[in-house]
């Protein structure tokens, strides 16, 4: 935890100050049974009003200012600690952002997620608590027992048998309970994984009229996170009573004894009620040690999370002297490449090897779990291959920074994903300087001028989150739109024309052709009616090349091929 309490270092200050003011607050409580004391001993007794209003008026300004300090503490500690959750969150975000594929495969979305939003939450209560008790508990704690010994050393040894009776109890509460704080942090995760696959997937779930089971998968994740949740608040509340326990027997015991020592002319009332005071402080000094102990662990276990999100290294990095491409611009060349997904039995594509070259169409096609959007993820660098060589304008794509490889390509993945706000905001994704004029030339290319025309608000309506108002193709279109309006070198569309009717999938197609007529376009498809008339067709086979050639080349030369034209088109359509 304390690693991630370096990111208080712009706040170092505001840190010093409250725990300045703090210090001052606690010694103002510790000097006012003392004051308190003298009045009764000294203006009560021997009956001196002024000595009680001059002693009295000087307390109600103590306090006054010890409220003072108490109220700036509290508000300086809570902007501190905001401003950490902020920065944490912030830092996490950018971290997290730099990740390959492979490593939020392996994390997890739900539990980043859980870690960005209740983990940083857990540290950041933490951190408000300690700023305001990490100096006033010690310290009324120690200052408690000087001030109760001062008073009367021998009514002290009441302390010696329950201070220890505390503490014990504290520790013990705090190592049963960490292992059930780890535990939950885990199973809020599972709920949350649980939750946002029913809610993400409402539309199968409905379909298949699978709402029960979904039901049963939440209501058994729910209850697994309760009863640890109950274990751990029953074994946190045992903790009040203990102390308030321990509290009032020693209070018994104060009494009981002062009271003998009284009539035994060893002690005066006041100073009695100032031990008695001091013994509260003392109390609740620890009492605040144990709620800090019931805090601590959970925060702890939410930082180790947290730390494990910051201590994960990105696989794919950029290298220390990138270089830029000296080739021809736009040129990909794959060179005997083969991957392997982290943890698979075989490669997803083994010893690929073709060109594509600016102005051509490079159709890729190929049944299900072929590799065909592998290979597009490829030349992005979304993961790193296994060997061989990826080329884009005759350079490494390993030897190339990952943000001028990818300012060098347009991709439309094969699942359109829109952000909430207008679709001028959506197609500008793409590039951000981009006027309107050339927002509504790359609509127009992608087929999407017509349905965007058509609805209330034009360029200016508002996408929901994730698309949810408009429809498959319309996302698609946008998406490509996206893509068209950045001007890549290289286009890359993964299955991008599935959702599209033949006679919209033409017409974009047709637009397409001269719109890309100086980039490189690679084209995956389905359809053997959209990759036809591409220059060059590579037809994947349990991610190998089954054959390379244009559409009659294939047609003689290779059989996967035949055999896919075949079962989507007629023998008039073939010929």
């Known amino acids: 935890m304390m690693r991630l309490f370096k990111l208080l270092k712009p706040y170092r200050i505001s840190v010093v100050f409250v725990l300045l003011l703090i210090f001052i607050q606690t010694l103002a409580e510790l000097f006012l049974p003392t004051l308190m004391a003298d009045i009764v001993d000294i203006g009560i007794v021997q009956g001196d009003i002024p000595y009680i209003l001059k002693i009295g008026g000087f307390m109600l300004l103590v306090a006054a200012f010890g409220v003072i300090c108490s109220v700036i503490a509290g508000y300086l500690s809570s902007k501190v600690s905001a401003g950490f959750g902020r920065r944490l969150r912030g830092k996490i975000f950018t971290h997290v952002e730099r990740f390959s594929l492979n490593e939020f495969d392996k994390i997890g979305t739900a539990s980043l997620i859980t870690r960005t939003t209740n983990d940083i ?40 048998f329950v201070i220890p009776i505390l503490v014990a109890a504290i520790v013990t509460i705090a190592v049963k309970g960490m292992p059930l704080f780890k535990a939950m942090q885990v199973k809020l995760d599972k709920l949350n994984l649980v939750l946002r696959e029913g809610l993400t997937g409402i539309r199968v779930i409905r379909s298949f009229n699978r709402i029960n089971h979904e039901t049963e998968r939440f209501d058994e994740a729910n209850l697994d996170l309760t009863q640890t949740a109950v274990k751990v608040n029953r074994l946190m509340a045992s903790l009040m009573p203990i102390m308030m326990l321990v509290l009032n027997f020693s209070t018994i015991a104060i009494i009981w004894f002062g009271g003998i020592r009284i009539g035994n002319g060893d002690m005066q009332v006041g100073s009695l009620m100032a031990f008695i005071q001091y013994a509260m402080q003392i109390m609740f000094s620890l009492l605040m040690v144990s709620m800090m102990f019931v805090m601590i662990p959970r925060a702890s276990a939410s930082a180790t999370r947290i730390n494990e999100v910051l201590e994960t290294k990105p696989e794919i990095k950029d290298p220390e002297e990138p270089k830029s491409g000296h080739g ?58 296994d060997s061989g060589q990826i080329l884009v304008d005759g350079t490494d794509v390993r030897e190339m920074s990952q943000e001028s490889l990818r300012e060098k390509i347009g991709l439309v993945p094969q699942k359109a994903l829109l952000f909430s706000g207008s679709i001028a905001d959506n197609i500008r994704y793409g590039r951000q300087a981009a006027t309107e004029e050339e927002i509504r030339h790359a609509a127009e290319i992608a087929q999407a001028a017509e349905f965007i025309s058509g609805m209330k608000d034009g360029f200016d309506s508002v996408i929901a989150q994730g698309g949810a108002n408009v429809s498959g193709g319309q996302k698609q279109r946008l998406s490509i739109a996206r893509a068209l309006v950045r001007r890549p070198q290289i286009y890359a569309f993964d299955d991008s024309f599935s959702a599209l009717d033949f006679r919209t999938d033409a017409r974009l197609r047709a637009a397409l052709k001269e719109e890309t007529t100086n980039s490189t376009v690679l084209l995956v498809a389905q359809r053997v009616s959209t990759v036809m008339d591409a220059d060059r067709i590579i037809v994947l086979e349990e991610g190998k090349i089954a054959g390379i050639g244009n559409h009659r080349e294939l047609m003689d030369t290779c059989k996967v091929y035949r055999e896919i034209v075949s079962s989507q088109l007629s023998e008039e359509e073939i010929a």
């Open 328 to 385: 021809q611009q736009g040129v990909i060349e794959f060179k005997d490449v083969t991957f392997r997904y982290p943890g698979a039995e075989k490669p997803a594509l083994s010893n690929i090897s073709f060109q594509a070259k600016p102005g051509e169409v490079t159709a890729i096609i190929g049944g299900t779990g072929s590799g065909k959007s592998t290979l597009i993820n490829l030349i992005p660098r979304f993961y790193d291959i």
């Open 121 to 160: 939450n857990q540290v950041q209560q933490v951190l408000t608590m300690m700023l305001r008790m990490m100096i006033m508990a010690p310290m009324m704690c120690i200052g408690g027992i000087i001030m109760a010994v001062s008073k009367d050393a021998h009514l002290s040894l009441v302390l010696v």
